[in-house]
Structure formats: structure tokens, C-alpha cells
């Protein structure tokens, strides 16, 4: 982990040799199309150890759900710790095929230092396809061409990026029936978690997010 203007951020590159299908664990974030506060807000508590939390929309309600089926259709995937934050969510997705040896998620070790603040950590964004709903693309992007039905071909099966693209799609077809202007954006952001520790420090900051936050 570097220091970068005096915070803490999670070095991240896109890695072209590693199969995002492999077993492992993933840090991954989803911002808000223009972080536009779709999905609830931050409220204070009369609660000591909890002096604020979120408090969802009926959109962020339908994130969280939707999040939690994600098992459902993809029964190698494992879930860890996850938040709704107003403009963004933060998750850990394990991918734990039976017939994949060749990697070992790590689910937590030693102890090791939090991230001390409450933004949402520096990662390199990824694309993802249209799928006939998706956000608009950043300037500067290119989007994968897509055929008639949403098919695209970049993603190739039960990796991240598809069990990611699929869990926005269906968010952004029910979201769109509650608020037409409803928009992810076109990225999402991803981090392999290389050892225990950093499991257990990306699950602490996850937690903390709402305690965290200044927005």
C-alpha cells in the first residue's frame, strides 16, 4: 500500500496476464453515473459506536438485494464484506471454483492497519459492455461493440467482469422502473486482494465507509 498526499490508497493495475476468472478475492467499487446520490444518504445516530450510518433509497435497496443474489446464479462465488454507500458500493466477491487450483482466495489473517480515511480507494477503472442498459461511456473510452440483445464477446464467462456486468444490468433495469435518469457508470473499479492482510484491512475499510464518510 502507498501513501499518495498523505492518505492511504490500494496500488491497482488492470493485469493483461491474469485470468479474472481464477480463484481469488476481488476488492471491487461501482460508482454512480456523475456520483449522483442515487442510492440513500448518510444519517446521523444517537448511537455512540454508530454516530452514522446509510439509510437507503428504494434504488439502494435494490442494489444491496440484488448483490446478495449474485451467489444465486453464480454458486462459486462467495461473498465477504459489502456497503451501500449514496453514490457507490464497495464489495468483496470471491470467485472459488472446486475444479481451480491454481489460486486460493484469501479470506483474512493477521491484523493489519486500516485505511484511515473514508474515500473510495484510488483503482483503475474497467469497462463494461453495454448489455442495452449500461451507462454512457466516459469521454476518452471505448466501449466494446454490441450486438442486437446486448451479447458482447469481451467478457468471456463466470469472470468478474461478467458476473459484474450482469449484476449492473439487472440493477439498472429494475432502478430505471423507480427513476428513468438512473445510470451506473460505464466503469467499474477492481483489486486483486494478494494476501490475508489486505483482506482483512480492504474488509475493516468496507465497514467503516458510512462511519467515514464526509459527503
Given at each position: ?160 467482469g461478467s458476473i459484474i456486468n450482469q449484476y449492473k444490468r439487472i440493477c439498472t433495469i429494475n432502478a430505471r422502473k ?38
Open positions: 500500500m502507498k501513501k499518495y498526499k498523505n492518505r492511504y490508497r490500494i496500488s491497482s493495475a488492470r493485469l493483461q496476464s491474469w485470468d479474472y476468472g481464477r480463484n481469488a478475492a476481488y476488492f471491487v467499487t461501482i460508482c454512480t453515473h456523475n456520483r449522483i446520490r442515487f442510492l440513500g444518504k448518510i444519517v446521523k445516530t444517537q448511537n455512540p459506536s454508530t454516530p452514522q450510518q446509510m439509510e437507503l433509497s428504494e434504488i439502494g435497496e435494490l442494489v444491496e438485494k440484488f448483490w446478495y443474489e449474485i451467489p444465486s446464479h453464480y454458486p462459486f462465488v462467495e461473498l465477504d464484506a459489502f456497503v451501500v454507500m449514496p453514490d457507490h458500493i464497495h464489495g468483496i466477491i470471491i470467485i472459488n471454483k472446486p475444479n481451480d487450483t491454481a489460486t486460493t482466495p484469501n479470506r483474512g489473517g493477521e491484523k493489519s492497519p486500516d485505511l484511515r480515511d473514508g474515500k473510495s480507494p484510488d483503482l483503475r477503472g474497467v469497462e463494461t459492455p453495454k448489455l442495452g442498459v449500461s451507462t454512457t461511456p466516459k469521454l476518452g473510452v471505448s466501449t466494446p461493440k454490441t450486438g442486437r440483445g446486448g451479447k458482447n464477446e469481451r467478457w468471456k464467462p463466470n469472470t468478474l423507480i427513476n428513468p435518469k438512473w445510470k451506473w457508470q460505464s466503469r467499474f473499479h477492481d483489486h486483486i486482494i494478494r494476501d490475508n492482510a489486505s483482506f482483512l484491512r480492504i474488509r475493516q475499510y468496507i465497514i467503516d465507509n458510512p462511519l467515514n464518510w464526509e459527503g
